[in-house]
């Protein structure tokens, strides 16, 4: 074939990468003693290896050593050990160190890459062009973090020991993205690499000896669920990091229920990569052909759903087809090999698997005339059209080269069908329209949104998801505080409510007995039961009654702040205006609330009075943050802008607790509604009145309907039917420690955000428990990335 010809059928011939440096690497090394703890290598304690082989032959590359619960043990003693010095370096020591890292991943950038495709099976040129360099990226963007920590996060420190559990699918990147902010925030790290990608990792802890990394500040163990476990359920870890599947992490959720433990996991998805009718079609097809067939489609956040407007859908489709025919599957260390192998024949089955239910379910799977190596886990770049959006392939996260195809008449619809799954990870817009993407982009229940691109990602910008997405997030000035806490200043420990079966006695001289209700949808509404439970003053005689909501009232008070499109929508101006106003007119009734109080808790007239100004100060507060606890724009290494925009979480759950009542509801209402969340409140279950007393408050303030909700009741129970209700977006708990573990367990249903002061409640009168740090709990910060030039 001459040169003209070969121009013509654009085939290549072999161009392979040279592996004999990682041969060499592996040949040298003792893998059976691969735990790298308090700096030195050692074997398991039981003994026990497994066998890492490579995808694209099946062949064994080394028998690794697989911790058991004693290495843990062993591993978080060493950090423990460690944390006091590390944590109490200067700033500049800790940049220096992460600083160092990097440089030496520099020297031996390609010894990375080459290893992380013979482990991985990626192909080479995303290893060598992608994951090594955006690692190294990591370490050093980090270095900045680390010196500016007392600048730009005051009052912040270093969470603690950290527990980090890491995927398969891009082994080197995710250690980085995960050591990386915790080194910098002052923490000790135990790391445990996938079983079936441990050598990078293996790798890296040699770097971490080179760079001077103090023994025991990061300890990496490789091992299974045995390991996995042992990291969770530790109670010398104070943080939990994990990325994988949804489903491992809705255990790891449930087995931290009530452990005091921070976590933040990053989960599956399924992604809508959406094509309008006014996009430049031949680059949107190429931004699809790294949205789904990167890394052979194991990417969490792989454009997996096509939506393509109708009347370019054929034409499209056409193009994707003539695409998929040229992409080369072969060996991973070929340069010009476009998809390699999947990660492990477990892998290769259970995707083979969801492409033949998907057939079944109607949909028609087309895949290129292409020849597949003899050897190894490979699965040709698979097309699925005539797909419901109900169909396996629709719903279902592959993680694998298959892409379900759906059409859509005009934005709404897209909207609608990109919303139309459990997860909410990352999307893809497509249009030379710029106003129509940055109109679809913030409706979009999704952590980061591509605009006319895919796959970028930088150390600079946050990614993480939404729903069963996971939460939390890694990268970025939101990335550092997951491993950063400050010190709220505590209040009471909450004891378990005692149901008591006394009649409350009558005061004298009572007035006209006036009926608490519910508040929902704006209106008062009287309890599903048609129960009242009974409120004592502080001496003893009857205050009031108020309704003994339920199950049914709770869905109600959901439906409502979900139905409620007014406040959300609503500028930050307006919602500060509607909190200035609440103000106002509580300050219109301060001596009647604090007589309440008197009333109701014994304090004195002076107390009662501060705490109602207090409160009105709060509003107040939250009134004139609610237009200016904004999001950021960032300038990553590319030409693009990153828009970091914050969004309210969405209907958020809140269980206030009973010191400082008044305070205390006001404190944690004022902020979610201030960042434009709609509120189910449950109020004080010994001083209920205060909330009830609101109602006319809130009625005259031009809160819209459906805003706040406030439902009476027995707190624990009432935190339970929030914890389980999978359209509450987010939890804020004070209550019980018990009532607090059984909460935080059931919210694994969607995975919602949950905030609990673990038994404790808070000094609300403190500035500490206000401002950012309860702001921060009601965004989510949505990356939008924006590109520009030619």
Not at 103 to 127: C, W, Y
Request: charged content about 20%; aromatic content about 8%; some cysteine.
């Amino acid at each position: 074939m001459n040169i003209l010809e070969r121009y013509h059928a654009m085939e290549y011939g072999p161009a392979p990468e040279a592996r004999n440096e990682a041969d060499a690497w592996l040949a040298a090394r003792d893998f059976s003693k691969a735990l790298f703890i308090d700096g030195t290598w050692k074997a398991a304690g039981g003994g026990k290896t497994f066998e890492t082989s490579e995808p694209s032959s099946g062949k064994l590359l080394a028998k690794v050593s697989d911790a058991g619960a004693v290495d843990i043990d062993a591993a978080v003693a060493a950090a423990s050990k460690a944390l006091p010095k590390w944590s109490a370096s200067s700033s500049y020591t800790r940049a220096k160190v992460l600083y160092a890292i990097g440089r030496a991943m520099q020297r031996h950038q390609r010894l990375f890459a080459v290893l992380e495709t013979i482990d991985n099976g990626k192909p080479i040129r995303e290893s060598r062009d992608i994951d090594v360099p955006l690692a190294i990226r990591h370490f050093i963007h980090h270095a900045g973090w680390a010196q500016a920590l007392d600048r730009d996060f005051p009052g912040q420190k270093g969470v603690g020991v950290v527990g980090q559990i890491i995927p398969w699918n891009f082994p080197l990147l995710m250690l980085a993205w995960k050591i990386a902010p915790a080194l910098a925030a002052g923490c000790t790290v135990v790391l445990k690499p996938a079983e079936f990608t441990p050598l990078t990792a293996i790798l890296f802890a040699e770097i971490c000896e080179r760079a001077g990394v103090p023994k025991g500040v990061v300890n990496i163990v490789q091992g299974g669920p045995e390991a996995g476990a042992a990291i969770v359920k530790h109670p010398g870890i104070q943080k939990i990091a994990f990325t994988g599947s949804s489903e491992v992490g809705k255990i790891i959720r449930k087995a931290t229920a009530g452990s005091g433990k921070k976590l933040s996991l990053e989960l599956g998805g399924k992604s809508a990569f959406i094509v309008f009718e006014d996009a430049d079609l031949d680059s949107a097809v190429e931004g699809l052909v790294d949205g789904i067939w990167f890394n052979q489609g194991q990417v969490c956040c792989a454009g997996s759903r096509l939506l393509v407007q109708e009347g370019i859908a054929d034409a499209f489709i056409a193009k994707v087809k003539v695409r998929m025919s040229r992409l080369r599957v072969g060996s991973p260390l070929d340069k010009n090999t476009d998809i390699g192998p999947l990660v492990d024949l477990t892998q290769l089955d259970r995707v083979k698997g969801l492409v033949a239910e998907g057939a079944k379910q109607g949909a028609v799977c087309w895949q290129p005339d292409a020849a597949l190596p003899s050897s190894g886990y490979y699965h040709l770049p698979t097309l699925a059209t005539g797909v419901s959006p109900a169909n396996i392939l629709a719903q279902e996260e592959v993680f694998g080269p298959v892409l379900a195809t759906m059409t859509f008449r005009n934005t709404e619809e897209a909207i609608e069908l990109a919303n139309n799954t459990r997860y909410g990870l990352a999307a893809s817009v497509w249009s030379e329209n710029v106003n129509l993407a940055l109109h679809v982009a913030p409706q979009l229940k999704a952590g980061v949104i591509w605009v006319n691109g895919t796959n970028m990602f930088d150390a600079a910008c946050g990614f993480g998801g939404y729903r069963e997405s996971g939460f939390g997030r890694e990268g970025g000035r939101e990335g550092m505080f997951e491993y950063l806490t400050a010190k709220l200043p505590l209040g009471p420990v909450i004891k378990p409510a005692t149901v008591s079966a006394q009649p409350v006695e009558q005061a004298d001289g009572a007035p006209i007995d006036r009926t608490a209700k519910l508040f929902i949808g704006g209106k008062q509404t009287r309890p599903d039961g048609n129960y009242s439970l009974a409120i004592a003053a502080a001496k003893g005689k009857l205050a009031g009654e108020v309704g003994l909501g339920n199950r049914k009232d709770i869905r109600d008070a959901v439906a409502a702040a979900r139905a409620c499109k007014a406040w959300p929508e609503a500028t930050a101006y307006n919602r500060s205006q509607v909190l200035y106003y609440l103000a106002e007119n509580l300050s219109g009734r301060a001596e009647e609330f604090a007589a309440r109080l008197v009333q109701l808790t014994g304090a004195t007239a002076k107390a009662a009075r501060e705490e109602v100004d207090q409160s009105i100060e709060r509003l107040f507060l939250y009134a004139g943050l609610a237009d200016k606890f904004e999001g950021r724009v960032h300038q990553p290494p590319a030409r693009a802008v990153t828009l970091a925009l914050h969004e309210p979480v969405g209907v958020v759950g809140i269980v206030a607790p009973d010191n400082q009542p008044l305070l205390g509801f006001i404190s944690l209402v004022a902020p979610a509604l201030a960042m434009g969340n709609t509120v189910v409140a449950v109020p004080s279950e010994r001083y209920p009145l205060l909330a009830t007393d609101l109602y006319q408050v809130i009625e005259y303030s031009d809160v819209p309907a459906g805003a706040i909700n406030i439902v009476t009741g027995r707190s624990a129970e009432l935190a339970g039917v929030l914890a389980k209700h999978n359209d509450v977006d987010g939890l804020w708990l004070f209550a019980d420690a018990e009532t607090c573990a059984k909460a935080e367990a059931a919210s694994v249903g969607n995975l919602k955000r949950i905030w609990s002061g673990n038994g404790r409640s808070l000094d609300w009168a403190s500035e500490e428990a206000a401002g950012d740090a309860l702001l921060r709990r009601a965004v989510e910060v949505k990356n939008v990335w924006v590109p520009y030039g030619d």
